[in-house]
């Protein structure tokens, strides 16, 4: 939905999409703050995650996800959560609630827990065949590196497993994972990753502003973000239409720049 034209905005994607998607974390706001949010801006929002294990005490989620779900959302809980269920022997009540919820989605994840890989893809192979998978690759521990080969391995294996995109870790901080403890893009990481598996397969975890404008000048308008803060999907969508001072330029002809930058 745009209001008026404007030229040289660049073109984006439209639901349903498979690029330039955002993911919101819902970390527990009130149902009339969901409400609100979809007001504004639910055709810019592809999923919706119930954030960490906040599904466990917020009020109301099936409510909000009824909601979600009217605003052709998907929506999915935190992928500490299944991790939860996990190191319980709880899987089949994990599956149960998923269905209780009348969730399409789910995140595989082991940012907290160890899970041999393997045995991790074998998860995404069984619940991929009743649900819309995603799985997440990186450690939610400060101070953990993974190797860039180690990296695409895991993404490969769990894309051919079944995950519809795999999450690129940065926690809702965005000081690990694809990201150094001060926030900045960990950029050789990002490069080698990107040389073996497709961008529109990644859906990087970007809660700073200025991890979002790092993408979008790296990898376009259309970019898979993730961990958007519920009061941000509008600011997010002005970054990506170079309708903000940090993307002003990004977007327009040589000739403006060079006349007015």
């Not at 504004?40 to 005490?57: A, Q």
Request: hydrophobic share 40%; glycine share 10%.
């Amino acid at each position: 939905m745009r209001n008026y034209d404007l030229p040289f905005i660049p073109e984006r994607t439209e639901k349903p999409r498979t690029g330039g998607m955002t993911m919101v974390m819902d970390k527990g706001i009130a149902t009339r703050e969901a409400e609100m949010m979809l007001e504004t801006s639910s055709h810019l929002i592809d999923y919706v995650k119930l954030g960490f294990g906040t599904s466990f005490i917020s009020p109301n989620i099936e409510e909000k996800i009824k909601l979600y779900h009217e605003a052709n959302i998907r929506v999915y809980l935190g992928g500490t959560l299944f991790e939860a269920f996990y190191v319980r022997g709880m899987l089949d009540d994990y599956q149960k609630l998923i269905d209780k919820l009348g969730l399409q989605a789910l995140e595989v994840s082991d940012g907290s827990a160890v899970i041999e890989h393997d045995e991790k893809c074998e998860l995404i192979q069984r619940f991929a065949k009743n649900y819309h998978v995603l799985s997440e690759v990186g450690s939610k521990e400060a101070g953990i590196l993974i190797s860039p080969g180690k990296w695409i391995k895991m993404m490969t294996k769990e894309l051919d497993a079944g995950s519809v995109k795999v999450i690129a870790e940065a926690r809702e901080s965005g000081t690990v994972g694809i990201y150094k403890p001060n926030g900045s893009a960990h950029t050789g990481l990002i490069d080698k990753i990107l040389s073996k598996v497709k961008p529109e397969d990644i859906l990087w975890e970007a809660p700073q502003k200025g991890q979002q404008v790092w993408f979008i000048k790296f990898l376009g308008p259309n970019v898979n973000l993730g961990n958007i803060g519920t009061h941000d999907v509008i600011p997010l969508e002005t970054l990506r239409l170079g309708l903000r001072g940090d993307t002003f330029f990004t977007f327009l002809p040589e000739d403006i720049k060079n006349k007015y930058k």
